[in-house]
């Protein structure tokens, strides 16, 4: 399976007021590239509330949206990093809030690819390194270059093409 994982998918500076806003944000942004189907945004919406996806850790709090893969046409991640942290539920304690910086949204076409993905995740969420740099980088393509061999790997290959 084939994964995009481009520049056009990277937002940096995005400013929400809830975590619902930047949910809307990436799957609309995922629709108009046409890699999800219509419903994917409501079901990203709908599994956030019931399982929520924000990851306790140390440094920059991230959060792994992601929804059925029935509503995906071509795998692609999209990537937003929030100027302000937004409030999520944490995935281990869903009534803990935990402040989010970044936002991964994986819009997975196997039913089991987001295994695999979060293991790649959770990598980069264990890098204090590369988080920090996520958050300073100026441009999308540095942030590209950054998570790109964290999120590649020998069994899927991550690429700027489909």
């Known amino acids: 399976m084939s994964i995009f994982f481009g520049e056009n998918l990277i ?3 995005l400013e929400f007021d809830s975590s619902k806003g930047v949910l809307e944000f ?3 942004s995922l629709y108009k590239e046409g890699f ?14 019931e399982y929520p996806t924000a990851i306790p850790a140390e440094g920059p709090k991230i959060a792994i949206p992601h929804a059925d893969h029935k509503l995906v046409k071509k ?3 999209a990537i937003g990093i929030l100027k302000n942290s937004i409030d999520f539920h944490s995935m281990e304690e869903p009534e803990n809030i935990i ?6 949204m994986l819009a997975l076409d196997e039913p089991h690819g987001h295994i695999e993905m979060l293991q790649k995740i959770v990598t980069l969420i264990k890098n204090q390194k590369a988080k920090q740099a996520i958050l300073k980088a100026s441009s999308k393509e540095k942030i590209y270059e950054i998570l790109e061999p964290i ?3 020998e069994e899927r290959r991550v690429g700027k093409s489909v």
């Open 151 to 153: 999120l590649r790997s």
């Open 11 to 13: 937002y940096r500076d």
């Open 75 to 77: 795998a692609a991640i």
């Open 99 to 104: 402040p989010v910086k970044i936002v991964i």
């Open 26 to 28: 990436l799957a609309d």
């Open 36 to 49: 999800v189907k219509e419903g994917f945004k409501e079901a990203i919406i709908k599994r956030e509330e």
